[in-house]
């Protein structure tokens, strides 16, 4: 049972530091603006959004599952790095994955930044995770760079 990777590299006009700040600690508020389609609450369970805080996604009804939950197991707001772990909620079942560890990393250039996520799938004992059912999140990003583009003050 070997972990399945899969990476997505980014470039995007928007400054990374303003990435960063809306796809990691301020996830659970923007994701609520730029897809309520798929949301219905993000809320935080334990912490004070920081390293080790937990927060829990509920999906909108129309969404295949109902929830995940997740911690925040690093955020390097310097060197716009992030990870965190999903480690409860129906959605993981449908990849058949115990775990997925998300790592996302922006760095400035002269035009905007360039980043990357990785998801790393970690297979239930005795299961493959179903590589034809993975990806990333490319139109979470896409989603987000154009609320940050249409709003330039926000986490300027």
Same mark, same amino acid.
């Given at each position: 049972?070997?972990?399945?990777?899969?990476?997505?590299?980014?470039?995007?006009?928007?400054?990374?530091?303003?990435?960063?700040?809306?796809?990691?600690?301020?996830?659970?508020?923007?994701?609520?603006?730029?897809?309520?389609?798929?949301?219905?609450?993000?809320?935080?369970?334990?912490?004070?959004? #920081?390293?080790? /805080?937990?927060?829990?996604?509920?999906?909108? &009804?129309?969404?295949?599952?109902?929830? =995940? $939950? !997740?911690? %925040?197991?690093?955020?390097?707001?310097?060197?716009?790095? #992030?990870?965190? /772990?999903?480690?409860?909620?129906?959605?993981? &079942?449908?990849?058949?994955?115990?775990? =997925? $560890? !998300?790592? %996302?990393?922006?760095?400035?250039?002269?035009?905007?930044?360039?980043?990357?996520?990785?998801?790393?799938?970690?297979?239930?004992?005795?299961?493959?995770?179903?590589?034809?059912?993975?990806?990333?999140?490319?139109?979470?990003?896409?989603?987000?760079?154009?609320?940050?583009?249409?709003?330039?003050?926000?986490?300027?």
């Amino acid at each position: 049972m070997s972990v399945y990777s899969v990476r997505q590299d980014y470039t995007s006009k928007v400054k990374a530091h303003r990435l960063f700040t809306a796809l990691v600690p301020e996830r659970h508020v923007v994701l609520l603006k730029v897809l309520p389609q798929n949301f219905k609450s993000i809320e935080i369970v334990q912490g004070d959004g #920081g390293v080790g /805080t937990i927060k829990r996604t509920n999906f909108s &009804d129309d969404f295949p599952y109902r929830y =995940m $939950v !997740y911690r %925040i197991d690093e955020m390097d707001k310097e060197n716009l790095y #992030g990870k965190c /772990t999903y480690f409860e909620g129906d959605g993981l &079942d449908k990849y058949g994955a115990e775990t =997925m $560890v !998300y790592e %996302i990393k922006f760095e400035e250039t002269n035009q905007g930044s360039r980043g990357y996520e990785i998801i790393h799938y970690h297979p239930k004992p005795g299961c493959e995770v179903k590589k034809d059912q993975v990806g990333v999140a490319i139109n979470l990003f896409n989603k987000v760079e154009e609320y940050l583009l249409a709003n330039p003050d926000i986490y300027a």
